[in-house]
């Protein structure tokens, strides 16, 4: 089911096209690349819920490696964010109004990311990343400011989100993360996701995992890193055929199986994350005793029941929520982790039970437990952006 390794086709990396008005080459099976950026003119479409837009045109400025170099001090070691196989983020400085390049430590906190681009799929991600987020617009999208291509510099200016990732509220703080800031997490995301699948033209997530969860000063999530994002089709049975990229638990078996992607997949992942809340573990860890090692494989048969749904909660927020609440997320984790996907509900389904939830979870005082613990009361450690 949920797999714990990385896994790559042998196929080489797909050749890009300058075609974006060709609807049939976004449609087709092939994995495809839309280069000519700032005019994805297949996004226009009216949204299911009414709090986002999909704008006619890109809202993004465009800056020069200079503008950028200056805005972070040269890219200063002292102002790196985060580091992987994504490239960099480094904290950076615009103007408020303009968005014009300000001086470090002057202006409004951006976050800019310099990619690795010696690689194809690196420009290939850039390019998804300005068409995608360039022209959708939601409180739970991560806000793309600006973008810089110049030689074979490619970089990305997003919105500054001060608490880092759900990846480190989750698995790195030194007291759990409160139960009640959880569930609103899960909203937020659930709200970006089902906004993506909601459109004329759906967009498929691909890659939904805690890492890309980011939360703003009020613990607002916002959804980032769409450079994997693809088009796709809101009916169950109809997919798109793409090269298998390098996925670590959160990957849905009909991707690893076939290379097939549905709108249906992204519910999956969501279901894994999910999985992860509830019980305060990552869904993949080799140090846990044999049998163990998937978080899925091992729990998902308990979610279903009532009486052992209970046993698999976080002990860290013992307390802090009603066993009518455990029953509830362990039936929508389950179905969001259906091995059939067209067995999984959809994105709004999952974000209507998600806010009842929210509603019924009335804390029920444990005299076994300690005091809940608060937002303010515990530390994190260092954030790793991965935008």
Not at 44 to 53: C, F, M
Not at 97 to 119: D, F, K, Q
Not at 316 to 332: D, H, N, P
Request: glycine letters at 8%.
């Amino acid at each position: 089911m949920g797999l714990c390794v990385s896994y790559f086709s042998s196929s080489p990396p797909s050749k890009m096209t300058n075609n974006l008005s060709n609807g049939a080459d976004i449609w087709s099976t092939k994995e495809t690349t839309n280069s000519n950026v700032g005019r994805p003119n297949q996004l226009l479409g009216a949204l299911s819920d009414g709090s986002g837009q999909i704008l006619e045109s890109t809202n993004v400025k465009v800056y020069s490696f200079l503008n950028l170099t200056n805005a972070t001090m040269n890219f200063k070691p002292d102002f790196m964010l985060g580091q992987g196989g994504f490239g960099e983020v480094y904290r950076g400085w615009i103007d408020a109004e303009t968005l014009a390049p300000s001086i470090a430590g002057s202006g409004m906190t951006v976050a800019v990311r310099r990619l690795n681009s010696e690689y194809v799929h690196d420009f290939e991600d850039w390019q998804t990343v300005v068409n995608f987020l360039g022209m959708l617009s939601h409180p739970n999208l991560v806000k793309l400011l600006g973008h810089c291509r110049e030689g074979k510099e490619l970089l990305l200016v997003y919105e500054f989100m001060s608490k880092g990732s759900l990846s480190d509220h989750l698995f790195q703080r030194t007291e759990p993360l409160p139960w009640d800031l959880r569930i609103k997490i899960m909203i937020g995301a659930a709200r970006g996701l089902a906004f993506q699948h909601g459109s004329q033209r759906t967009v498929i997530y691909r890659e939904f995992n805690p890492s890309n969860i980011l939360l703003d000063w009020n613990y607002e999530a916002k959804i980032s890193d769409l450079g994997l994002a693809k088009f796709g089709s809101s009916q169950a049975n109809s997919h798109v055929t793409i090269r298998i990229m390098e996925t670590y638990g959160y990957v849905a078996p009909e991707y690893v199986a076939t290379g097939h992607l549905y709108v249906k997949t992204d519910v999956y992942g969501f279901g894994v994350v999910l999985l992860e809340i509830m019980t305060g573990l990552r869904v993949c860890d080799r140090k846990r005793p044999h049998g163990q090692e998937n978080l899925v494989d091992w729990l998902r048969p308990k979610l279903s029941s009532k009486n052992k749904v209970k046993h698999i909660m976080d002990k860290g927020i013992k307390g802090q929520y009603s066993s009518k609440v455990a029953t509830e997320m362990g039936r929508i984790t389950f179905s969001c982790t259906e091995p059939d996907p067209r067995k999984r509900p959809h994105m709004m389904e999952v974000l209507d039970v998600l806010e009842h939830i929210q509603r019924i979870n009335l804390v029920v005082p444990d005299p076994s437990s300690t005091k809940p613990v608060t937002a303010s009361s515990s530390h994190s450690s260092p954030h790793h952006y991965q935008y």
